[in-house]
């Protein structure tokens, strides 16, 4: 995986490249950062980490609701309590879980102001042809997938990474990141897929 779920770089260098340059070696190490870089960026502006795996979130312990940092959610594994000497209790809460955007909601605060909650649980999209049979995370929505490609494109050529004939053609207007370093584009892709939550 590159990051997040998103690729592997032989994967971003066929959807970039021309074939004859899918063997080339010259810009993988600055291609590879700048995919980690914008796929560390994405995840920032929508306030979750999509990439699939083992989690643990930590939140107040006298809210009713959380919502985890990564989902869809396969399972949760432990919820426990941290004390303020720092000793983790397990507990056993009695909640609901809405898997698909990740809010589990409490039928009674888990506990005090004075108290920290901790949850693990696996989850996340996955994107990846030899996964684990026993793995049933989704995979990872196509359009987060061609953001993320786009995005890669597009900042490549205003780095010019690449040689003029080396990506496709892509729009004058697509060149120009935002202040916050995501197009536009990306930023309208990421909307639907944004958490609004605190910890």
């Not at 696996?122 to 793995?135: H, I, K, M, Q, S």
Request: glycine share 6%; hydrophobic share 40%.
């Amino acid at each position: 995986m590159l990051n997040a779920g998103f690729a592997t770089l032989d994967n971003l260098k066929h959807r970039l490249l021309p074939p004859a340059q899918w063997e080339e070696t010259t810009w993988d190490l600055a291609l590879g950062k700048l995919g980690l870089s914008l796929a560390g960026r994405m995840q920032e502006h929508a306030n979750r980490d999509f990439c699939y795996g083992t989690k643990a979130d930590e939140f107040t312990a006298r809210n009713y609701t959380v919502t985890l940092t990564t989902y869809p959610v396969e399972v949760i594994t432990s919820i426990q309590l941290r004390s303020t000497d720092g000793t983790l209790a397990a507990m056993d809460a009695s909640y609901s879980l809405d898997k698909s955007s990740g809010v589990l909601s409490f039928f009674s605060p888990p506990g005090d102001d004075t108290q920290r909650l901790v949850i693990s649980y696996t989850g996340g999209f996955y994107l990846d042809e030899f996964r684990a049979p026993e793995v049933t995370a989704p995979q990872l929505p196509d359009d987060l997938l061609e953001a993320w490609i786009a995005e890669v494109q597009r900042h490549a050529e205003s780095r010019s990474l690449f040689d003029a004939i080396a990506l496709r053609p892509a729009k004058e207007a697509d060149k120009n990141p935002l202040v916050n370093g995501l197009t536009p584009q990306c930023v309208e892709a990421l909307r639907p897929y944004r958490r609004f939550a605190g910890a």
